[in-house]
């Protein structure tokens, strides 16, 4: 039987639950110095990204997150101790220490890993999916990928969005305008009135939403999701939020206006989908404070096992460049 | 009769790629009905019309259209119309596909075809060669081959290996370089391994790509002096086999290291960088290099014969390390 609307919905408040619970246990962390580099978090996000990845299904679609991207990778599937291994720095992260914090995946299931250069993804994901097609196993797959207002000025980007639109790719292209590249402001990132209508220019379908709605964001996302996966082709789908953090954590966002903070822009997506799912009847009080509380148990858990487990070794690590294994040791 | 030249082989060794293996298939731009800006896919999107696939002018997202079709489990061929366009693809070769398994454990089988060097009047932006910029980058393979067989068993070999490979292939090769059928009589030698094309013992000069020839007339004219030069053709230039160059030294005392790249820094460096390191004691004299110009290159043949080695710069270069 398919998922209702109201477990659909459910299931994507809950995975933004433990992207919050989680990301904020990691703020402190490093705030608290126990963390291997910096942090990058998505608060005000968890909305928009949740519905990406509650849209998909693990080891069968693709999700390419980006940074700001907790809420989806945890509604796609992706453990929480990906996270917490690769911040606390575990040997036992999907990467083993060679890479940290945002920059994971599981490629072989459907998330790739991330390379720090904004817009470059787009088009990994759109190859992942023309190898599905040239395999005979696209019917029924979307790919789903995840940009912001920086990346959307980048070469790579149109490339790939441009790309995938001639290969008429099932692949739905989030973007989400949270009114900041680092402390770059939109005025200075982009003259068009909104990002959306850059879908015209592709020749694809493109919808805006105000990204601080979960309703309103899971409708859109769930839509364009369906459009491609029926054929329809790329699909645009513009969030309008802010982003409630610096660029990371080391970054105390001064630059923010104070009247953009207070603006509707500037809604906690978490508070505004609460009111939502219990306005509606969707969840109860009890539910919810059941839920914020078996978050905060996983996560601790998850960060107590990280903690113990061990760091990488330099003299245990093959430092293997090269998958062939004729070529091993050679350069 | 009949011959096989440079990019016949090229050619053949898609046309046997793509009919033995489902997995590959070719991206690029004018790669299809079209067959190519150089012909090498001639005929190859009627034999196998859903897997040579034209490109829009996308570098960047040509390669990272690879990378990704590469993790569900393709072999990609990516054709760059030139190698000098391959820096627009730059990021997504050397930081996604030469990344991919180190940070993530998943293979990035991909082969671009970088159509290098320079030809008469093809200018500063149809001629270079970019071996250098990408061997510098960990977790990428870099072969040049400047043979007919060769060119066809590293295209097939290339195609092989679970790791990314630029394929660099010389254009002025394409139609000059004739042999009379694909495998020759010699050792077929993996990726990563030199040949030693022509014995001597009084210098040893290594080469690669179009510069072999180049370097195996100079030993010709050497040899009207009485001079015997062993030419080494490195194949691949990473992985780079030091072991044979270093053999070849013990054998002459004398090294000189022939690339068509720029000057600075790159493959001729890092030969005379390993076999100082290695062999030092093995030589009779310092070693030289040889590159082209540190310039542009240049769009007329008066100026772009001058640019590059060729068998009179590469016969002075010879004459000078004998002296030395």
């Known amino acids: 039987m398919p998922e209702t609307w109201e477990d659909h919905l459910r299931r994507t408040f809950r995975a933004m639950i433990t992207a919050r619970t989680l ?5 402190s962390l490093y705030k608290a110095g126990k963390i291997v580099g910096g942090v990058y978090i998505g608060p ?20 390419g997150a980006l940074i700001r991207d907790q809420g989806g990778r945890t509604a796609f599937g992706e453990p ?6 690769s911040y606390l720095g575990s040997v036992n992260g999907p990467s083993k220490g060679r890479d940290g914090n945002i920059h994971r995946g599981h490629p072989a299931q459907g998330l790739p890993a991330m390379i720090s250069h904004l817009g470059a993804m787009v088009s990994v994901v759109a190859g992942m999916l023309l190898a599905r097609r040239l395999q005979g196993r696209l019917d029924g797959i979307v790919g789903a990928v995840s940009v912001g207002d920086g990346a959307s000025s980048t070469g790579s980007f149109h490339e790939g969005v441009n790309l995938a639109a001639v290969e008429k790719l099932p692949l739905v292209v989030v973007l989400t305008d949270n009114q900041f590249a680092y402390s770059t402001p939109t005025d200075r990132q982009f003259r068009c009135r909104s990002l959306v209508d850059r879908a015209i220019g592709y020749g694809i379908p493109g919808y805006e939403v105000d990204g601080t709605d979960l309703l309103a964001s899971l409708e859109v996302i769930s839509k364009a999701v ?37 603006s509707a822009l500037g809604r906690d997506c978490m508070e505004v989908a609460e009111h939502q799912l219990l306005q509606a009847g969707f969840l109860t009080e009890a539910e919810l404070k059941s839920w914020k509380t078996e978050a905060a148990e996983e996560v601790q858990g998850a960060v107590a096992l990280s903690q113990q487990e061990p760091a990488p070794d330099p003299y245990a690590d093959d430092w293997a460049v090269y998958a062939s294994p004729e070529l091993a040791g050679d350069s | 009769m009949q011959e096989v030249t440079y990019i016949d082989a090229i050619r053949e060794a898609q046309h046997d790629l793509l009919a033995s293996d489902d997995r590959v298939f070719i991206y690029g731009q004018d790669v299809g009905d079209f067959g190519g800006a150089f012909k090498a896919t001639q005929g190859l999107k009627t034999l196998f019309p859903d897997r040579v696939i034209d490109s829009p002018i996308s570098e960047d997202a040509m390669i990272g259209l690879a990378v990704g079709a590469s993790i569900e489990g393709m072999r990609p061929i990516v054709e760059m119309q030139f190698a000098d366009f391959s820096s627009v693809g730059f990021n997504q070769i050397v930081n996604q596909a030469g990344t991919q398994f ?8 991909v082969t671009v075809r970088l159509p290098s060097g320079g030809t008469p009047g093809s200018g500063p932006f149809h001629s270079q060669m970019m071996e250098s910029v990408y061997a510098y980058y960990p977790g990428l393979v870099i072969v040049t081959p400047a043979t007919v067989a060769d060119a066809y068993s590293m295209l097939i070999d290339a195609v092989a290996l679970d790791d990314p490979v630029l394929y660099c292939e010389h254009k002025f090769l394409y139609r000059w370089l004739k042999s009379d059928r694909l495998n020759d009589d010699q050792e077929k030698l993996p990726i990563g391994r030199a040949r030693i094309v022509r014995a001597g013992k009084h210098a040893t000069v290594v080469a690669y790509s179009a510069m072999v020839h180049e370097a ?3 030993a010709d004219l050497l040899a009207e002096e009485g001079w015997e030069i062993e030419v080494v053709d490195l194949r691949s230039v990473k992985p780079l086999d030091t072991d044979t160059v270093v053999a070849s030294v013990a054998r002459t005392g004398r090294l000189l290291p022939v690339g068509e790249a720029f000057p600075w820094g790159g493959v001729t460096s890092e030969i005379v960088s390993r076999v100082t390191n290695d062999g030092f004691h093995l030589l009779d004299a310092p070693p030289q290099r040889l590159n082209s110009r540190d310039t542009p290159v240049p769009y007329h043949p008066n100026l772009w014969e001058a640019h590059r080695p060729t068998l009179e710069s590469i016969s002075a270069a010879i004459r000078n390390l004998l002296r030395l």
């Open chain 1, 226 to 262: 369906n459009e491609a996966r029926q054929g329809g082709g790329p699909q645009l789908v513009v969030a309008n939020l802010l982003r409630l953090s610096g660029h990371g954590e080391h970054d105390d966002a001064s630059y923010v206006p104070d009247e953009m903070r207070n």
């Open chain 2, 216 to 218: 195996l007339r100079a």
């Open chain 1, 44 to 63: 005000g996000q968890e909305a928009v990204s949740a519905s990406i990845g509650s849209c998909l299904t693990w080891n069968r679609d693709i999700f």
């Open chain 1, 80 to 85: 929480i101790l990906d996270a917490t291994r």
């Open chain 1, 23 to 27: 990301e904020s246990k990691l703020a």
């Open chain 2, 102 to 109: 180190y940070r993530t454990g998943v293979p990035a089988p």
